[in-house]
């Protein structure tokens, strides 16, 4: 089973700019399609960004669209969230998986997650 571990979190202005990596573990990390997820106090977890095997399809929940860019890299097991105009209801502890690209559905174990905190 993939193991993932979420790092790049950390306390930024309203309008600033973080990347999160996702490192997985194994070599079944291209066999998946991935995504990102957040959960902000007190709220369910709910579905940030995916991208497919081979990186080819992307797909964005609407309050990150034109903001947010997913990207990743299977030579290095690695996938990234590239994160501008950060808004503080974006706020919340970030989180990897291995998804159901079409259902954007969690299928795999969860890392332990990257504090993003934005100020404003």
């Known amino acids: 089973q993939v193991q993932l571990v979420e790092s790049g979190g950390g306390l930024v202005q309203a309008g600033g700019s973080l990347r999160l990596s996702c490192a997985a573990s194994g070599h079944t990390f291209s066999t998946y399609a991935m995504g990102w997820f957040r959960q902000a106090p007190g709220k369910e977890r709910e579905f940030v960004a995916g991208i497919r095997r081979t990186g080819s399809s992307t797909d964005y929940a609407e309050s990150v669209l034109g903001r947010f860019t997913i990207s990743r890299d299977n030579a290095k097991n690695t996938m990234y969230l590239q994160m501008s105009s950060l808004k503080a209801e974006d706020t919340g502890v970030y989180y990897c998986?291995?998804?159901?690209?079409?259902?954007?559905?969690?299928?795999?174990?969860w890392g332990q997650g990257t504090q993003v905190t934005v100020s404003s």
């Open positions: 998986s291995a998804i159901n690209f079409w259902s954007r559905a969690p299928i795999g174990s």
